[in-house]
């Protein structure tokens, strides 16, 4: 009986022991996977707060985050067959994402400008804008070599690889090329006067512009955009392209809604001529866009500047004339006589009937003596230009007027009104 107790004893004593060790290493493994999930959590918080210093984004857009991985799938791992171009800021690949979804992804060049201060401003401005003429961002990857934009693709590509193509820019028809035009006013007016955070592109240009697969026109590039405050008087830095700034901006830093209003100004007068800024002209002497232009419309030849493939085209000539009028309007030297946006896009839509005379453009370049002839005659045509207050000053008539009237090159033109649409 004695021995029975003592065999019970005993297994109680095993069983008890065994419960304390389970109960201990139950304890210690608690123990261990709460201290690892608080070292998890934080060092999760810490990533996002790096992240959220060079990137800027909250809770809220942490949805845009996609990883290297996923873009390397959507990509091919940046296979060259993907490739959509390349530039200073880095190379633009095509990818599918695994939705199914096309996405141009923008690989980011490290040694470049376009850094972390870029990188964070275009995720911040893009990531809160909504228009459907500016480009929409998909997602952001971040890691510790990688800064990579991902948005919606435009299966068009950029105007400029369209628009300066001498072959692929037979297929800009005036319609679509007015669309483009007041695609990009929206845009603009969206970005200076309905968004809440107003904000100055500061690099409109061709390359910039998007084209959907309807040849709708989507702003891009936005990592040199920056935010407007009323009383900002200057930019702390430069950024954006030569020949696109005007003077106040690319001399002193002056900023104002007005550096975007000279660009357009600038590419709506490359939308209707074809050609690039500072195109014209032999080896001998570069002319200047503006230049040029601004001469053939004091001369009334405005044949000579108006793309042929549009010149062919009938019934478009006066509203092609108002663009032109316009444009010189926006690329005036002094920022206080451009219109602003707005303003823009009440005369291409003909609700302004009356259209002030535009002055000479900014970095007018003079003539040549071999060009004194002329001079004498743009000098009077000019004078015609400031003392008028018609729609369309009579000296242009000779190019673009009534119904069968022939420019200086013979090219005939169809008199229509513009109408609003």
């Not at 000479?360 to 000098?379: H, N, R």
Request: glycine share 8%; with cysteine.
């Amino acid at each position: 009986m004695v021995a029975v107790v003592q065999r019970v004893n005993r297994k109680s004593e095993r069983t008890a022991k065994f419960t304390i060790v389970l109960v201990m290493v139950a304890v210690v493994i608690l123990l261990v996977f709460i201290v690892g999930i608080r070292i998890f959590l934080k060092r999760r918080r810490q990533c996002c707060g790096q992240k959220d210093d060079i990137v800027g984004v909250d809770s809220t857009e942490s949805c845009l985050e996609f990883s290297f991985t996923a873009i390397r799938a959507a990509t091919d791992d940046f296979s060259e067959s993907n490739k959509l171009g390349q530039g200073g800021f880095g190379v633009v690949y095509k990818g599918r994402l695994s939705n199914g979804q096309l996405v141009a992804v923008k690989r980011l060049t490290r040694a470049t400008a376009h850094g972390n201060a870029e990188f964070k401003n275009e995720v911040q401005l893009v990531a809160r804008l909504h228009h459907k003429n500016l480009v929409r961002l998909i997602g952001f990857c971040l890691g510790a070599k990688e800064r990579i934009l991902i948005y919606e693709l435009a299966l068009n590509g950029s105007l400029d690889h369209i628009l300066f193509d001498p072959n692929r820019r037979e297929d800009l028809t005036w319609k679509i090329r007015y669309n483009i035009i007041e695609g990009i006013t929206h845009g603009l007016i969206y970005l200076h006067e309905e968004s809440q955070l107003r904000i100055i592109h500061r690099d409109l240009k061709a390359s910039n512009v998007l084209l959907d697969e309807s040849m709708n026109p989507k702003i891009s590039d936005f990592g040199t955009a920056g935010l407007f405050v009323e009383d900002q008087e200057s930019a702390s830095r430069i950024v954006g392209t030569y020949g696109y700034m005007p003077p106040e901006y690319a001399k002193f830093g002056k900023i104002s809604t007005k550096i975007d209003v000279f660009s357009f100004g600038v590419l709506l007068l490359e939308i209707i001529s074809g050609r690039k800024n500072a195109s014209y002209g032999n080896p001998k002497r570069i002319e200047h866009l503006l230049s040029k232009v601004w001469k053939c419309w004091a001369l009334g030849q405005l044949g000579d500047v108006i793309d042929p493939i549009l010149i062919r085209e009938s019934g478009q000539a006066e509203d092609i004339k108002r663009c032109i009028h316009i444009g010189l309007l926006c690329v005036q030297e002094t920022a206080a006589c451009r219109p602003t946006m707005t303003e823009v896009v009440l005369r291409l839509e003909g609700c302004s009937q009356i259209l002030s005379s535009p002055s000479k453009p900014a970095y007018f370049m003079g003539i040549s003596s071999d060009e004194q002839s002329v001079s004498t005659k743009e000098k009077i045509l000019v004078s015609r230009i400031n003392d008028s207050d018609t729609d369309y000053p009579t000296y242009g008539q000779t190019s673009l007027s009534s119904a069968g009237a022939s420019s200086v090159n013979e090219v005939s033109f169809t008199h229509t009104y513009p109408t609003a649409r």
